[in-house]
């Protein structure tokens, strides 16, 4: 497992989706599709490593790849370095020290730029959530990233970036300053790995929270009331789960409570056996593993059973459950009788409860 995503474990936080700066070709693709983050989002400036960037990750649904680079403002018409050993070293900065501790890789080119931010980026392409986990690889100018990521960081549970006790671009940051303002947004320094020259990777991270407060209006409506599912599989019995009715039924486990087989659109309803006055729907996923798989997950209402209208698009993101950071559909007073989870592709669905209020 890559360093980011242990490290990320070992303080207690789920990787719920990420936001790597400086990607290259991807290459922690994979270490992150198979953590369940979603969505991934991956800033790369040079031409060659986004072309490649952009085909590694064609097949894989819900990461994004971005040409741009990060700065501390938007906007700046900048000179983009490119570097020698395959666009790694590329940097808005001189090459300082960094030609003197790697004389084998030099400045082969150059690109004109706009720089963009971390928040502009979450604004176009993550509405509403900014990625839980920041990865920054950005060459000297790593605080520069930070600086434009001011409106987000309060949202950021974890931030892995490259460090270095002196400057090793001219006119880049030291782990020193880094360290100073990370620790304004309250992302204290957990653990740190630096070569005999000072240069390295540094893990930050916010405390982990207690459980958040959530209301239990005027009680569960959908505890007892009969449950339906699109199909049955070997799993729908197994372990904690209990066919349709485990959704509604028994205490939270952190593992399926009811389970579907493969299929296109795959659903779960629960019948209310009355319209009600909605306050909230709040579903909790397995925690076990292949928590991604409800990332599509659509919430709709219906009166009958027959007419059914969306309240609630995931849209592609993953979400909690029994960790305390469930997903939380809010509706306000809305009516129906009938509460359906579907998902938008082919793919199991499996959920630990859901719990109508």
């Not at 080119?109 to 176009?124: K, L, N, P």
């Not at 070569?195 to 916010?206: I, L, M, P, T, V």
């Not at 399926?256 to 909605?278: K, M, R, S």
């Amino acid at each position: 497992m890559l360093d980011a995503l242990e490290q990320m474990n070992l303080a207690g936080h789920w990787v719920e989706s990420i936001l790597h700066v400086g990607a290259n070709e991807g290459q922690e693709r994979h270490d992150y599709e198979a953590n369940g983050a979603s969505p991934c989002l991956y800033v790369e400036p040079v031409d060659a490593a986004f072309s490649a960037l952009r085909t590694n990750l064609a097949a894989m649904p819900f990461h994004r790849a971005i040409q741009a680079v990060c700065a501390e403002r938007e906007g700046e018409e900048v000179v983009f370095n490119v570097a020698s050993n395959g666009g790694q070293s590329s940097s808005l900065l001189p090459l300082g020290v960094h030609a003197e501790h790697h004389p084998d890789i030099v400045y082969t080119g150059a690109q004109r730029m706009v720089t963009t931010t971390v928040d502009r980026i979450v604004a176009e392409f993550s509405p509403g959530r900014m990625p839980n986990l920041l990865v920054i690889d950005a060459q000297g100018s790593d605080l520069q990233v930070l600086r434009g990521a001011t409106r987000n960081l309060p949202a950021v549970d974890g931030v892995y970036i490259e460090v270095s006790e002196a400057p090793l671009y001219e006119g880049g940051c030291t782990l020193d300053e880094i360290t100073g303002f990370l620790k304004g947004f309250d992302l204290r320094l957990r653990w740190l790995r630096l070569d005999g020259a000072g240069h390295g990777e540094a893990f930050y991270c916010r405390p982990k929270s207690g459980a958040i407060s959530m209301p239990d209006y005027d009680g569960v409506v959908s505890e007892g009331k009969p449950a339906a599912q699109s199909s049955l599989c070997e799993w729908s019995y197994f372990d904690a789960a209990n066919g349709p009715q485990g959704g509604v039924d028994g205490p939270l486990t952190g593992r399926p409570g009811f389970h579907t087989d493969i299929e296109d659109a795959p659903w779960w309803q629960v019948d209310l056996e009355a319209v009600h006055a909605l306050n909230e729907v709040r579903v909790f996923n397995r925690m076990d593993c292949a928590r991604e798989r409800s990332r599509t997950l659509r919430v709709l209402l219906s009166d009958d059973g027959e007419t059914w209208r969306c309240v609630h698009d995931q849209a592609g993101r993953t979400f909690g459950g029994a960790d305390g950071r469930p997903l939380r559909v809010l509706l306000a007073g809305e009516r129906g009788r009938y509460v359906r989870l579907q998902l938008a592709e082919r793919v199991f669905l499996h959920l630990d409860k859901v719990r109508v209020f």
